[in-house]
């Protein structure tokens, strides 16, 4: 069975830094499109950043230029390293991976638990 783990969040300064994790385990043969989105209080989830299995990337205007988004296709891993927080960063933050390919099955949209991140002013 497939399941998405975060890791990295925590309560950081405005202007730190800090790097979260998404793992994959399970027996996996690939794995699509990855992406990391956030959820503020009482806002609505919204996308942070994308990448595909090739290294393409995107990114929401709100991180462009302050949040790099890459992955390591031999470990399943995805990372988020963000640089120059701000209190309106604070959200908990979701891993998403499409069509996951396992020796059972193909599946779209697993989902991590989320980790917390906090950007004191």
């Known amino acids: 069975q497939v399941q998405l783990v975060e890791s990295g969040g925590g309560l950081v300064q405005t202007g730190g830094s800090l790097r979260l994790s998404c793992a994959a385990s399970?027996?996996?043969?690939?794995?699509?499109?990855m992406g990391w989105y956030r959820r503020a209080p009482k806002k609505q989830r919204e996308l942070v950043a994308v990448?595909?299995?090739?290294?393409?990337?995107n990114y929401s205007d709100s991180v462009k230029g302050r949040f790099t988004i890459s992955r390591d296709n031999a470990k399943n891993t995805m990372y988020l390293q963000m640089n120059t927080l701000k209190p309106e960063d604070t959200a908990v933050y979701y891993c998403?991976?499409?069509?996951?390919?396992?020796?059972?099955?193909?599946?779209?949209?697993?989902w991590g638990q989320g980790t917390q991140v906090t950007v004191s002013s």
């Open positions: 998403n991976a499409k069509r996951v390919v396992t020796p059972a099955l193909i599946r779209d949209n697993y």
């Open positions: 990448i595909t299995s090739g290294g393409s990337t």
């Open positions: 399970g027996i996996i043969y690939s794995i699509g499109a």
